[in-house]
């Protein structure tokens, strides 16, 4: 093989080796954003992506489960002033009253929350023992559920992570 050669093999598999490169060193990354997209339905309508898989995941491991067993009045959210029309409109309040109870009980901990991400905040509340290990996890798939959301979402779906809301303790 002469240098001629050389090069030019080098400039047939830079490309896909980059990429694979790119691909195994973004695997975490990659793999967090397919996971929240849920699931893809390609129907006559185009393509529609919902979350009811991430709905199903974070609902068993917090424990809600679609099992019937949850009273239709723990779907009620009490947030004042709301102007809710839309599921995702719903879906976006839940995430915003979740955001203030974390912050307020972070700033009831002394906490600085400036510039800090609800998962972080989470993060400095467990190490202060304000909320438990399992109930952090909980609340930060909450925190994935409900950032995952997308305008497709429906009233059953928003139900749920309503239930999921209120079993979570904050």
């Known amino acids: 093989m002469d240098f001629q050669q050389f090069i030019d093999l080098v400039d047939k598999i830079i490309w896909p ?3 694979l490169a790119g691909l195994l060193f973004f695997r975490k990354h990659l793999g967090n954003v397919i996971s929240s997209l849920g699931t893809i339905k390609a ?7 919902t979350f009811q ?10 424990g809600t489960g ?9 779907e009620h959210i009490s947030i004042l002033g709301s102007r809710a029309e839309t599921p995702y409109q719903q879906l976006m309040e839940i995430k915003d009253t979740l955001n203030q109870k974390i912050v307020k009980k972070a700033i009831e901990f002394k906490i600085p929350t400036d510039n800090t991400s609800n998962s972080a905040l989470i993060d400095k ?3 202060v023992g304000a909320v ?22 429906n009233q059953s779906q928003v ?5 999921i809301y209120n079993a979570v303790q904050l």
């Not at 129907?43 to 992506?49: A, Q």
């Not at 898989?53 to 917090?62: E, H």
């Not at 679609?66 to 723990?74: L, Q, T, Y």
């Not at 139900?159 to 239930?163: E, L």
Request: hydrophobic fraction near 35%; aromatic fraction near 0%; charged fraction near 20%.
């Open 17 to 19: 080796v980059t990429v």
């Open 43 to 49: 129907g006559t309508d185009g393509i529609e992506m």
């Open 53 to 62: 898989s991430k709905i199903d995941d974070v609902q068993d491991l917090i």
């Open 66 to 74: 679609n099992s019937g067993a949850i009273s239709k009045s723990s």
């Open 125 to 127: 509340l467990k190490e």
């Open 132 to 153: 438990t290990l399992q109930n952090a996890r909980n609340i930060n798939a909450l925190i994935d559920l409900t950032n995952s959301g997308n305008p497709s979402i």
């Open 159 to 163: 139900n749920q992570v309503k239930r």
